[in-house]
């Protein structure tokens, strides 16, 4: 079964998102995917709402590294959990890049998630000055070893990461199917170095960065891949019907 996650980022209000849910789940089939709807904090409720007993988990699109205390304007894994929350997001560009995000607080994050149940969806992906000078492996291997630092093998059976190129997200370029399978191939070899070969087979990867129904079918023959991770496209209920519908 193939997974797919969208990633509704700053868009939609709560009644946005209902008429949006209304439109989509009239005509979606869940039989054949693992789909995880990433929407604004404030619409967690209407997703968990209208979603309910239809096969589709609900994600938030990010947390904070601590449990509680003073941080004005901050959302705990508590709040998350106590939301419906399934997964997380953590790590992605955007985060790391506005928010100045480092390993060491993306690594905090999913352990506050994992203690309070949540399921993680780990951003990783070089930038492209880091392409251009061949350093892409070398990012991955930092970045997933910053934010995986401390953990238990079989918590890893909770994290999916997602292979995002920085400089695909959002702009229209996308990379081939080969340097897909040789990036993700990479990741792999971190988890199965500094876990185990069983560990690197079974814990799901998928590609995002500028997916839509377009292009989404040339991404279909990467070997290494279980899915994907949709952004811009999933905005338009009619465009992420089409890509379900291609991908299971």
């Not at 909770?158 to 370029?173: K, L, S």
């Not at 399978?181 to 185990?196: L, Y």
Request: with cysteine; charged share 25%; proline share 2%.
């Amino acid at each position: 079964m193939n997974t797919l996650i969208a990633n509704f980022k700053m868009n939609m209000s709560p009644e946005e998102t209902k008429n949006y849910l209304i439109t989509f789940l009239s005509r979606y089939e869940s039989d054949k995917l693992d789909l995880t709807l990433c929407l604004p904090y404030t619409s967690l409720y209407v997703g968990n709402y209208l979603c309910k007993g239809k096969g589709i988990r609900i994600g938030a699109q990010n947390l904070s590294d601590e449990e509680t205390g003073r941080n004005t304007g901050e959302v705990s894994g508590n709040m998350l959990k106590g939301s419906g929350v399934d997964y997380v997001i953590v790590g992605h560009s955007e985060r790391r890049k506005k928010f100045k995000e480092d390993s060491k607080a993306i690594n905090r994050k999913i352990k506050v998630a994992l203690k309070n149940g949540i399921g993680l969806i780990l951003c990783v992906g070089e930038s492209l000055i880091d392409r251009n000078t061949l350093k892409t492996k070398e990012v991955l291997k930092e970045q997933i070893e910053g934010a995986l630092k401390g953990l238990y093998e079989n918590e890893l059976e909770r994290v999916i990461i997602a292979y995002e190129p920085i400089w695909a997200v959002g702009t229209g370029q996308t990379p081939s199917a080969k340097e897909i399978d040789s990036a993700v191939k990479e990741v792999r070899k971190v988890i199965s170095d500094d876990f185990s070969e069983v560990a690197s087979k079974s814990i799901r990867i998928v590609y995002g960065g500028s997916i839509d129904s377009k292009n989404v079918k040339q991404f279909l023959s990467c070997k290494n891949i279980d899915g994907f991770l949709v952004g811009h496209a999933c905005l338009d209920a009619n465009e992420f019907l089409k890509i379900c519908s291609l991908v299971r």
